[in-house]
């Protein structure tokens, strides 16, 4: 099983650009979430979802934008790239939430 | 809202020695409680789980119980091997947070030979 696929792996953005990282599953998950991992700060939302067609905010939502058209794919949009931005984005997966979740491996963006 | 806390590292250790990396939380109701592992490079796996008081998680010689009157949930291992290195993570999930995860800051793990 492929589990939690994340695209790109690596990404190099300038200041003002957009972009979207992808982010799939083929477990048949409802709940998709979106963390970003920065030094010393262990991992915080950003945006989840608890199945097609429906979104929430997490903890720094602030410059990102998702949608879930389908169960399987849950994108982030970066709508205009700046440094404060520059992490590594970890997308995740679960049944329900509180059995654990399925993280992808990781999308590592650097905004110059 | 929900908290995590536990201990800043790097922790340091040599082959075989006892492992501790401490956790306590703050949530409200009954949250599930995990431990995830970060290898170098490489995503967040889940290594043991408890979803509610007095359950002990385990899984590869690790161990963990959740521990209600404490707010805690505590990572063991009694030998601890080089391929242990990695950043531990403690993370709680509750139904009063849309079952998000909510983690701690991690704890770098280092085990010399």
């Known amino acids: 099983n492929a589990g939690v696929t994340q695209t790109p792996k690596f990404q190099v953005l300038k200041t003002g650009q957009s972009m979207t990282l992808q982010c799939a599953q083929d477990?048949?998950?409802?709940?998709m979430s979106w963390y970003r991992q920065d030094p010393g700060m262990g991992l915080r939302l950003i945006h989840y979802?608890?199945?097609?067609?429906?979104?929430d905010q997490g903890e720094v939502p602030n410059g990102y934008n998702v949608s879930r058209s389908t169960t399987e794919d849950f994108p982030l949009r970066l709508l205009s790239a700046a440094p404060s931005q520059t992490s590594v984005y970890f997308c995740a997966s679960s049944d329900r939430g509180n059995y654990g979740y399925t993280f992808g491996s990781g999308t590592r963006l650097t905004v110059v | 809202g929900n908290s995590v806390t536990q201990m800043e590292g790097p922790v340091t250790l040599s082959e075989e020695a006892f492992l501790t990396i401490n956790c306590t939380y703050t949530a409200t109701g009954y949250p599930s409680l995990f431990w995830y592992v970060q290898y170098p490079g490489e995503g967040l796996q889940l290594l043991l789980k408890?979803?509610?008081?007095?359950d002990k998680g385990s899984n590869k010689g690790f161990e963990a119980t959740y521990r209600k009157e404490t707010t805690s949930f505590h990572l063991e291992k009694g030998s601890v091997q080089v391929s242990d290195s990695a950043v531990y993570f403690c993370?709680?999930?509750?139904?009063?947070?849309?079952?998000?995860?909510?983690f701690g800051g991690g704890t770098r793990l280092m085990v010399k030979p």
């Open positions: 477990m048949n998950h409802e709940y």
């Open positions: 408890a979803t509610k008081a007095d």
């Open positions: 993370a709680l999930s509750s139904p009063n947070a849309g079952n998000m995860l909510t």
């Open positions: 979802s608890v199945g097609a067609g429906i979104t």
